[in-house]
């Protein structure tokens, strides 16, 4: 029976392939969206283990932050910008689920993180999400509030603007993009929480801090940051 099953695995693979969404090499049938190649050579940060690192240090001068850690390295061009891609762009939300489970596992075991009772992703504008499918941060932070035993509180912040696109902008130009662009929705979702604020790449922190200065305008809260790949400062 197992080796009919392989067969018949083996022959849809000819027409239907399962390929890593980092590499494009054919995944095992035990594999979901990465390869064991890619699991073990993906660029990861190792941030959540200590709370004053690189990705918290953008932030110092900025917004009272507590902490924040991201999972990866963003290479340009290699594995994990093409995560991302795949998220974003090619509807794969399994990705950011997949990579909030796993990073919910190092962050649960975290001291940096002890304490967080809420994750919050950054929010998209309605306009496009509705484009998207969904909202890549919120996937991720389904995967860290699933992983980590923690709710997700998806509208307790909203996006008031459509803002243009981040890619092309200088760190000045993205922090006038954005930093009157969301505001508490539903505060008494986060009033007195240490809350995890999530998002999926951060380049210059703009929409990072403009969300936790919202955030922090709610009684009682701290904020903590995650992402899931941080770019060269």
Known sequence: MQKALRYLYDLSGLFFPRLC?????????????????????????????????????????????????????????????????????KRQSVVGLELGKMYGRQLAQSSAFQGV?????????????????????ERFAQGLSESMGIPCFPAALQRNAYTETQTAKSRLERMENVMQAFSLAQAGQISGRRVLLVDDVLTTGATLEACSLALLNCPDVEVCLATIAIATG
């Open 21 to 89: 969404l980092a590499c494009d090499a054919n995944l095992p049938p035990n594999q979901q969206f990465l390869c064991l190649s890619c699991q073990f050579q993906l660029p990861h940060t190792h941030h959540h283990l200590t709370p004053d690192n690189p990705f918290a240090e953008r932030f110092w001068g900025r917004v009272p932050i507590r902490t924040g850690a991201a999972l990866f390295h963003f290479d340009q061009g290699g594995r994990v910008q093409r995560l991302i891609h795949q998220l974003k762009y």
């Open 117 to 137: 009772n809420a994750i919050v992703p950054v929010p998209l504008h309605p306009r496009k999400q509705h484009l998207r499918g969904y909202n890549q941060s």
